[in-house]
DNA sequence: CTGCCTGCAAACTCTTTGCACGAAT
DNA sequence: ATTCGTGCAAAGAGTTTGCAGGCAG
């Protein structure tokens, strides 16, 4: 989805529910999109501000269920305490995240039957499936054969 | 797993590492293997002071891991801020979990080609699999038609 | 103008940790 | 005796919220 369309598409998602569109919004949303890997509020807060030094953590806060209300982030709960979004890209809808276990890197793949999957199970014990997310922790295989990973983060 | 079967594991667990078996470890260990459904640590403390009243809370959050590592426990992060846990079930290795989003309560069932799915796809991209976790949202039948769900918690 | 938005800082939730006492081996 | 375990309370991390002033519509 071009950088265009996602702004369109979110002041028309803020428009319909009577929410303003405010430079501190604008801002959260652009460095958002700018986004190359998985992000947390944090780094968010830094990238935007970089674009409107006016902008505060409790923004970004408030701002980030915006995003993913409308479907222009996806929110990825890793189980590391912190949460990480990332733009849906293109019409990619039924992703699972892949984590390093040694750098935390997350990347997304195509899990092509995953919702197939939740609806049968969950429609057998008598539930209305949702959702579903599948997530895979593994070892980059550099990681693996020299004990070092490529990404090393610094946290 | 019977209880003393479980037992006789988790004192060899604590005897091959050298750490000691004291009251507080066994009320935490009894406690949790009591539950029959997933609880968190808040829960579990409640429980295990039911046991034994000198137990803290910070036993119990350094008491958690030892029973995950030695496989009695799984952990279940839902993204809900607080961890749950979960004696493990006789021989399932692949389970999934169902969350009510309504009542939050969490099912397991089995996943059975989950653990080949992660396989195929993290060697695909160059990556050893360690784990893969399955997690389905879904409305309770009853909730999706009556509006209500009937294991209804207070948070 | 009106009422939603904002930044600030304090509050909150869950979990971890430093310390001095206590108990298992 | 030694050494590990424990309770307590404070610290920590990430996120949410109350408030008074600010700005979009």
């Not at 892949?98 to 039957?113: G, L, M, R």
């Amino acid at each position: 989805m071009s950088h265009v369309v996602a702004r369109e598409k979110f002041q028309a998602y803020l428009a319909s529910r009577g929410l303003r569109v405010t430079n501190q919004r604008l801002a959260i949303f652009a460095a958002a999109l700018a986004q190359t890997e998985h992000f947390t509020a944090e780094q968010l807060l830094d990238q935007a501000r970089a674009l409107d030094d006016s902008v505060s953590r409790a923004t970004v806060y408030r701002t980030l269920p915006l995003m993913t209300a409308c479907l222009l982030l996806r929110e990825v709960d890793i189980g590391s305490g912190e949460k990480f979004y990332f733009a849906t890209s293109s019409g990619a809808t039924e992703v699972a995240q892949v984590v390093c276990v040694d750098c935390h890197k997350i990347s997304e793949i195509n899990a092509p039957f995953m919702e197939w999957y939740g609806s049968t199970v969950a429609l057998k014990l008598g539930l209305k499936p949702i959702a579903q997310r599948l997530q895979v922790s593994a070892q980059c295989i550099a990681f693996h054969t020299s004990g070092r990973c490529p990404h090393h983060r610094k946290k």
